[in-house]
């Protein structure tokens, strides 16, 4: 391989070319002749470039020759102008052209510049009402929006939507007072929103301090009346809410008024509106835009209020009589609102909160006389309580009302005929320890049918209402006010604004003024109950001969269950017991109707089997005791007759028969009765007696003592034989002995009433008997009616 040719051009010599061998000495020609080539071509190049320049400068030459010579020609035209008076005229002109433009440009810029910020205020409050944004903020836009439309509404060619806006303006202005006024109106939230939305009030309505505390003073006083105008059945919450405003409003006005607000309302002096930081950060605004063109008036102004205008002196004053504006609305309100409440734990809790509320923080409302109104309280609570309960006292004529009803309707009413050994079912339910089945039979026993309970029912409901105040004077003694608030009020303090103690007028007095006012009103109503019962007793037996006996039962019945049920009218267990209208006075013609219907049957037929047995001879002599023989039990007929009497009181029901009613019906059975023994006393005096004819008094009676001798006997039905023709002595003395033992038996039962007894007792007394067989008859009847009172037990 060939060794690589050097580069010729590092030689010195030729001689130094010729070292190398020939192929290289050939490379080497080529490689010159090469270079050669490549020289001859840069050089060509270079000297048509040079030639290219050489033109150019000529033509340049050329050009600037021709331009000196406009440039003198200029410079002697400008040489020729330049005068005083040219120079002024023009600038005159030019000043005059550049007015005419900056005129032009600004009446069009600042026309949509005011335009563009008055339309997006609308939109802008509205957005930061919404989102409960700063009112304050709200009410600065609202000022320079009412600058910009006095703008706009002073050009001659006012456009349309101007007033269109402004109408969008004052709608947004009306809906941000309402925003003002109602948190005015709140106690919610803290003093620097409440002095931020005084500051906005007096922004959008140009007020004075004083002007912007009476309409907080009247926000507030407006919110306590309608606090207590609610009629949602909450009288406790808004009653306490309302109370609790009032005292709040005076704590505020003293921390805001005068000082705070007017801090704050020199603040709004500082700086123009459209400076304020929050109102240039509102993008709607686009103020970096507008700022320059909204004009002088809009960006220059500043507000300027009447920060110092309210003294303390008269910021006092004012307060004061708000105070006692706000106590008398209050007051005023709550009697309002307490004559619609009826419920007695309402009321009562509600004068334990508004009590607890005034005494705590009553104090602080300035104006007023904290001793003054916890006596208005207690004397608007204690009133309403008592004319609660006096309303449902008077509503114990619907007992009255029912009772009457069910009288007029006799289907509703009868005989009571339940029995207590087949009207319960046999699978009757006896879970819960058989209250059910305990509660039937009771009501059975006592003759309870559903007439009966409803109207027991009613009264029951009517005590439950009344006796609901019980618990209430309980809670009112039991509250301890001076432990409570002892470390609330300054003890010295508090007895000299207080006067008596507060656990002495709380607890003590305003509990024993609503008791007396119950008992009261309780007495009033059982009054009135006596009355109108004693209207229904003399409809139900104002006729005797027509007297409806179930009626007389029914309302016996209830009379009973009512009178059973005052006693526990009482509202300490220490207290008497109020008095029952149904008075013996009142039931007595009840028990005179029952008791006459019930006697005069038995005693008739009673009457009619004696008379028909007076000459009928029985063989009951032979159970005669003692020497001489008297009775020892009554006869037949009279014990028929006890039965009878007690059957036909059993039959209207055994629940009947209180002390009054059997003493009543042994009265009326006495009074029956009696004519009925004297009449068969008459008539075994006259057996034996001869006939009225007086010439044959003596054939009669022979003949009469032949028949008692062979007329055989002949036997009754009762057992009893008739001798009619054998009237001797013995007999006659056999029967009035008898007739006088059953009449003393029977006044062992029916001879409860003394007048009753002393009757009878004086019939036997004048009988022809010696002292000692009377003693006998008696000690006999008594003994006899011992072993057998139970047969009678409803007499007995």
């Given at each position: 391989?060939?060794a690589?040719?050097?580069?010729?051009?590092?030689?010195?010599?030729?001689?130094?070319?010729?070292?190398?061998?020939?192929?290289?000495?050939?490379?080497?020609?080529?490689?010159?002749?090469?270079?050669?080539?490549?020289?001859?071509?840069?050089?060509?190049s270079?000297?048509?470039?040079?030639?290219?320049?050489?033109?150019?400068?000529?033509e340049?030459?050329?050009?600037?020759?021709?331009?000196m010579?406009?440039?003198?020609?200029?410079?002697?035209?400008?040489?020729?102008?330049c005068?005083?008076?040219?120079?002024?005229?023009?600038?005159?002109?030019?000043?005059?052209?550049?007015?005419?433009k900056?005129?032009?440009?600004?009446?069009?810029?600042?026309?949509a510049?005011?335009?563009?910020?008055?339309?997006?205020?609308?939109?802008?409050?509205?957005?930061?009402?919404?989102?409960?944004?700063?009112?304050?903020?709200?009410?600065?836009?609202?000022?320079?929006?009412?600058?910009?439309?006095k703008a706009?509404?002073?050009?001659?060619?006012?456009?349309?939507?101007v007033?269109?806006?402004?109408?969008r303006?004052?709608?947004?202005?009306?809906k941000?007072?309402?925003?003002?006024?109602?948190?005015?109106?709140?106690?919610?939230?803290?003093?620097?929103?409440?002095?931020?939305?005084?500051?906005?009030?007096?922004?959008?309505?140009?007020s004075?301090?004083?002007?912007?505390l009476?309409?907080?003073?009247?926000?507030?006083?407006e919110?306590?009346?309608?606090?207590?105008?609610?009629?949602d059945?909450?009288?406790?919450?808004?009653g306490?809410?309302?109370?609790?405003?009032c005292?709040?409003?005076?704590?505020?006005t003293?921390?805001i008024f005068?000082?705070?607000?007017?801090?704050?309302l020199?603040?709004?002096?500082?700086?123009?509106?459209?400076?304020?930081?929050?109102?240039?950060?509102?993008y709607?605004?686009?103020?970096?835009?507008?700022?320059?063109?909204?004009?002088?008036?809009?960006?220059?102004?500043?507000?300027?209020?009447?920060?110092?205008?309210?003294?303390?002196?008269?910021?006092?004053?004012?307060?004061?009589?708000?105070?006692?504006q706000?106590?008398?609305?209050?007051?005023?309100?709550?009697?309002?609102?307490?004559e619609?409440?009826?419920?007695?734990?309402?009321?009562?809790?509600?004068r334990?909160?508004?009590?607890?509320?005034?005494?705590?923080?009553?104090?602080?409302?300035?104006g007023?006389?904290?001793?003054?109104v916890?006596?208005?309280?207690?004397?608007?609570?204690n009133?309403?309580?008592?004319?609660?309960?006096?309303?449902?006292?008077?509503?114990?004529?619907?007992?009255?009302?029912?009772?009457?009803?069910?009288?007029?309707?006799?289907?509703?009413?009868?005989?009571?005929?339940?029995?207590?050994?087949?009207?319960?079912p046999?699978?009757?339910?006896?879970s819960?320890?058989?209250?059910?089945?305990k509660?039937?039979?009771?009501?059975?026993?006592?003759?309870?049918?559903?007439?009966?309970?409803?109207?027991?029912s009613?009264?029951?409901?009517?005590?439950?209402?009344?006796?609901?105040?019980k618990?209430i004077?309980?809670?009112?003694?039991?509250?301890?006010?001076d432990?409570?608030?002892?470390?609330?009020?300054?003890?010295?303090?508090?007895?000299?604004?207080?006067?008596?103690?507060?656990?002495?007028?709380?607890?003590?007095?305003?509990?024993?003024?609503l008791?007396?006012?119950?008992?009261e009103?309780?007495?009033?109503?059982l009054?009135?109950?006596?009355?109108?019962?004693?209207?229904?007793?003399?409809?139900?037996t104002?006729?005797s001969?027509?007297?409806?006996?179930?009626?007389?039962?029914?309302?016996l019945?209830?009379?009973?269950?009512?009178?059973?049920?005052?006693?526990?009218?009482?509202?300490?267990?220490?207290?008497?017991?109020?008095?029952?209208?149904?008075?013996?006075?009142?039931?007595?013609?009840?028990?005179?109707?029952?008791?006459?219907?019930?006697?005069?049957?038995?005693?008739?037929?009673?009457?009619?089997?004696?008379?028909?047995?007076?000459?009928?001879?029985?063989?009951?002599?032979?159970?005669?005791?003692?020497?001489?023989a008297?009775?020892?039990?009554?006869?037949?007929?009279?014990?028929?007759?006890?039965?009878?009497?007690?059957?036909?009181?059993?039959?209207?029901g055994?629940?009947?028969?209180a002390?009054?009613?059997?003493?009543?019906?042994?009265?009326?059975?006495?009074?029956?009765?009696?004519?009925?023994?004297?009449?068969?006393?008459?008539?075994?005096?006259?057996?034996?007696e001869?006939?009225?004819?007086?010439?044959?008094?003596?054939?009669?009676?022979?003949?009469?003592?032949?028949d008692?001798?062979?007329?055989?006997?002949?036997?009754?039905?009762?057992?009893?034989?008739?001798?009619?023709?054998?009237p001797?002595p013995?007999l006659r003395?056999?029967k009035?002995?008898q007739?006088?033992?059953d009449?003393?038996?029977?006044?062992?039962?029916?001879?409860?009433?003394?007048?009753?007894?002393?009757?009878?007792?004086?019939?036997?007394?004048?009988?022809s008997?010696?002292?000692?067989?009377?003693?006998?008859?008696?000690?006999?009847?008594?003994?006899?009616?011992?072993?057998?009172?139970?047969?009678?037990?409803l007499l007995?």
């Amino acid at each position: 391989m060939a060794a690589e040719a050097p580069d010729p051009r590092t030689f010195k010599s030729w001689e130094d070319a010729f070292q190398y061998p020939v192929p290289v000495v050939r490379k080497l020609e080529q490689q010159l002749r090469s270079n050669a080539d490549e020289n001859r071509e840069k050089l060509r190049s270079l000297v048509g470039a040079s030639y290219r320049d050489l033109l150019d400068t000529a033509e340049t030459i050329i050009d600037m020759e021709v331009r000196m010579e406009q440039v003198e020609g200029k410079l002697a035209k400008v040489g020729h102008n330049c005068n005083s008076r040219t120079l002024e005229r023009i600038t005159n002109s030019a000043v005059r052209m550049d007015t005419y433009k900056r005129i032009r440009d600004l009446e069009r810029y600042t026309f949509a510049s005011q335009l563009a910020v008055l339309r997006s205020s609308p939109v802008v409050m509205t957005r930061l009402m919404k989102s409960e944004g700063s009112y304050l903020l709200i009410a600065k836009v609202l000022v320079i929006s009412r600058l910009l439309h006095k703008a706009l509404a002073q050009l001659a060619h006012k456009p349309p939507i101007v007033d269109q806006l402004w109408d969008r303006l004052l709608l947004v202005r009306g809906k941000l007072i309402k925003q003002i006024e109602k948190r005015m109106g709140s106690a919610e939230g803290d003093n620097a929103e409440l002095v931020e939305s005084m500051c906005a009030y007096a922004l959008v309505t140009s007020s004075t301090p004083s002007d912007v505390l009476h309409h907080f003073h009247k926000m507030r006083l407006e919110k306590v009346v309608k606090s207590l105008q609610h009629g949602d059945g909450e009288l406790s919450k808004h009653g306490i809410s309302a109370l609790k405003l009032c005292i709040q409003t005076c704590h505020d006005t003293q921390v805001i008024f005068p000082r705070r607000l007017a801090d704050s309302l020199a603040k709004l002096k500082t700086h123009p509106l459209i400076q304020d930081h929050d109102i240039r950060a509102l993008y709607e605004l686009n103020l970096d835009v507008h700022d320059r063109w909204i004009g002088d008036e809009a960006r220059n102004y500043t507000p300027w209020p009447r920060h110092d205008e309210l003294q303390r002196a008269e910021a006092e004053r004012i307060l004061q009589q708000w105070s006692r504006q706000a106590i008398s609305a209050f007051l005023k309100g709550t009697k309002s609102a307490l004559e619609k409440e009826t419920r007695l734990t309402e009321v009562a809790s509600l004068r334990q909160e508004l009590i607890e509320t005034w005494i705590l923080s009553g104090s602080r409302m300035a104006g007023v006389k904290s001793a003054n109104v916890l006596d208005d309280l207690r004397d608007t609570m204690n009133s309403h309580l008592e004319n609660i309960v006096r309303l449902r006292s008077q509503s114990l004529r619907t007992v009255v009302v029912e009772l009457s009803t069910v009288l007029s309707s006799p289907a509703s009413i009868q005989p009571s005929n339940l029995s207590l050994w087949g009207t319960y079912p046999k699978s009757a339910d006896i879970s819960n320890g058989a209250q059910a089945f305990k509660s039937t039979l009771v009501n059975i026993h006592q003759g309870r049918d559903n007439s009966v309970v409803g109207i027991v029912s009613a009264f029951d409901a009517w005590a439950d209402s009344i006796m609901a105040v019980k618990s209430i004077v309980k809670s009112m003694k039991e509250a301890r006010w001076d432990d409570t608030f002892a470390d609330d009020v300054d003890d010295e303090d508090d007895d000299e604004e207080f006067g008596d103690s507060k656990q002495t007028l709380l607890s003590d007095d305003d509990p024993r003024l609503l008791e007396e006012a119950t008992h009261e009103a309780l007495a009033n109503a059982l009054q009135n109950l006596g009355k109108s019962f004693a209207q229904i007793v003399a409809q139900v037996t104002e006729d005797s001969d027509e007297t409806d006996v179930p009626k007389v039962c029914f309302v016996l019945r209830v009379t009973r269950e009512i009178g059973e049920r005052i006693p526990k009218l009482k509202l300490q267990d220490k207290a008497s017991s109020l008095a029952t209208p149904f008075t013996p006075a009142l039931l007595k013609p009840l028990h005179q109707a029952l008791a006459s219907h019930i006697a005069w049957p038995s005693t008739d037929a009673y009457a009619k089997v004696v008379k028909s047995t007076l000459k009928a001879k029985t063989k009951s002599h032979v159970l005669w005791e003692g020497h001489p023989a008297l009775p020892a039990q009554p006869s037949p007929s009279a014990v028929r007759y006890l039965q009878s009497l007690t059957k036909a009181m059993a039959a209207y029901g055994n629940d009947l028969w209180a002390p009054l009613a059997v003493e009543q019906i042994k009265a009326s059975a006495t009074e029956l009765v009696v004519p009925s023994f004297k009449e068969h006393l008459d008539a075994i005096q006259k057996l034996g007696e001869p006939p009225v004819t007086a010439e044959k008094v003596e054939d009669t009676t022979e003949q009469d003592d032949a028949d008692v001798e062979e007329k055989p006997s002949t036997e009754q039905p009762n057992g009893e034989q008739d001798f009619q023709a054998q009237p001797s002595p013995e007999l006659r003395d056999q029967k009035l002995k008898q007739a006088l033992f059953d009449m003393l038996y029977i006044q062992r039962f029916i001879g409860g009433v003394q007048v009753s007894s002393d009757a009878i007792d004086s019939i036997v007394d004048g009988q022809s008997l010696d002292e000692s067989s009377k003693a006998r008859l008696r000690k006999s009847a008594a003994e006899y009616a011992r072993k057998t009172y139970l047969l009678f037990a409803l007499l007995a």
